[in-house]
């Protein structure tokens, strides 16, 4: 069993900053691959970013790519999501989740993810 805590989401002004933070128990970080996702009001969870057991391959949603930059470290069992230049359509309940994969294996898909945090609200007034 892997437990997720994220923390780091809060409001912040369009074009500013804030880092996520995923942190985990029960199980080493290592051996799963790691994404974020998010959910807006009325709205379906969305992919976010997601990184793969070793940290060398990340992938991100089209509308985050240059803003965003997912990372992990595995000596301190902890997931991250920089963000930056953030908008108002990023505004969302961000969650991270954890999946059982392969080496070098990303995905972008919920359904394909293990275990779930309950999520950390991130507000960009404009």
């Known amino acids: 069993q892997v437990q997720l805590v994220e923390s780091g989401g809060g409001l912040v002004q369009a074009g500013g900053s804030l880092t996520l933070s995923c942190a985990t128990s029960g199980r080493t970080l290592s051996n799963y691959g790691m994404g974020w996702f998010r959910q807006a009001p009325g709205k379906e969870r969305a992919f976010v970013a997601a990184?793969?057991?070793?940290?060398?391959?990340?992938v991100y949603t089209d509308s985050v790519k240059g803003r965003f930059t997912i990372s992990r470290d595995d000596t301190k069992n902890t997931l991250s999501l920089q963000m930056n230049s953030l908008k108002p359509e990023d505004t969302a309940l961000y969650y991270c989740a954890a999946r059982r994969a392969s080496y070098h294996s990303t995905s972008y898909r919920a359904r394909e993810y293990d275990y779930w945090g309950q999520g950390t609200q991130v507000t960009v007034s404009s």
């Open positions: 990184i793969d057991r070793d940290g060398g391959s990340t």
